[in-house]
């Protein structure tokens, strides 16, 4: 048997110039963040660890990530996580990876549930891999919190993720809000499809050859979703509940348009990611 003693200088080295090879982009981190992931430990952590071989089992398992990265396959789906909101959720192409922009949206739904006198019901729309849903559920457990997505796959995904976090959610295959009850619920919240049909074919190849596409097509204005959700809400709302969404990063104006005309909705305004981009737009739904 052949002995593999290629210490993670080694590994991470020669995985570098195939990833350069292949034309991957930000090929040092995804190398480094499989590293974490097979040692155990966290990426600056790494560092510490490259003079060490690994078994020969985790130097084939590194350069089988390294083979699957070349394609282009996002790193999350490669070592089948990522954090959110510093909970462990699990990736895999039945859902989209919860980015970092998602988590000012949770922090967003915290801060009004956070204010609320009684336990408020939450309805996480398009939950995916129900990272929304998990984080809200185990930081505000009072909350009784339902979770819709139309996919059976990415509902699969979600119960995992819920099962493994201990997060107390209801799961349910919806279109939208079909099936909530009128006047239900506190909070909507959202990451909708909202990238444009058009736009869905110009997407990094990371993302557009990897990711589901129902997750990321919002028709051909990629508005489609949103507006039904926004009506969906105005409906399932209890008075002064509030709808939150995040939004593409071009779509402020068209959105705060939409919720503006929408009976029964006071648009509320809208709140910036980190990058300073418009990107979670806020409704209260009014007196019933
Ligand atoms: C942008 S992803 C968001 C996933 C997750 N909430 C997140 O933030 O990472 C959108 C999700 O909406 C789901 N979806 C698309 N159309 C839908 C519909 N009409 N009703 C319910 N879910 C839908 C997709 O299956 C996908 O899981």
Not at 30 to 54: M, N
Not at 75 to 91: A, K, P, S
Not at 204 to 227: C, H, M, N
């Amino acid at each position: 048997m052949q002995v593999d003693a290629r210490n993670w200088k080694a590994l991470l080295s020669s995985g570098q110039v195939r990833l350069e090879q292949a034309g991957i982009e930000e090929a040092g981190n995804k190398l480094r963040w499989v590293a974490a992931h097979l040692l155990g430990c966290g990426l600056l952590d790494v560092l510490g660890h490259l003079s060490e071989t690994p078994s020969s089992e985790t130097a084939r398992r590194f350069d089988h990530a390294v083979g699957r990265l070349a394609t282009d396959e996002p790193v999350q789906y490669v070592i089948g996580e990522t954090d959110f909101m510093g909970l462990r959720i699990r990736c895999d192409p039945r859902a989209l990876i919860p980015r970092p922009e998602t988590e000012g949206l949770v922090g967003c739904a915290e801060e009004f549930l956070r204010g609320r006198k009684r336990p408020s019901v939450v309805v996480d729309v398009c939950t995916g891999t129900g990272c929304i849903a998990c984080a809200l559920a185990t930081r505000v457990p009072e909350a009784r919190v339902l979770a819709t997505d139309i996919s059976p796959a990415a509902l699969e995904l979600a119960r995992i993720n819920a099962r493994e976090l201990g997060a107390d959610v209801e799961f349910r295959q919806a279109d939208l809000l079909e099936g909530v009850a009128d006047a239900s619920a506190d909070l909507v919240v959202s990451n909708p499809p909202y990238v444009s049909t058009g736009e869905c074919g110009r997407l990094p190849r990371t993302v557009r050859d990897f990711e589901p596409r129902l997750a990321l097509d919002g028709g051909r204005d990629g508005l489609q979703a949103i507006s039904r959700l926004v009506s969906g809400a105005a409906r399932v709302l209890t008075s002064e509940g509030r709808l939150m969404m995040e939004i593409g990063d071009d779509q402020a104006g068209a959105v705060s348009e939409i919720l503006c005309k929408t009976d029964l909705l006071k648009f509320l305004g809208l709140r910036s990611d980190c990058a300073g981009r418009e990107r979670i737009a806020i409704a209260r739904r009014t007196a019933r």
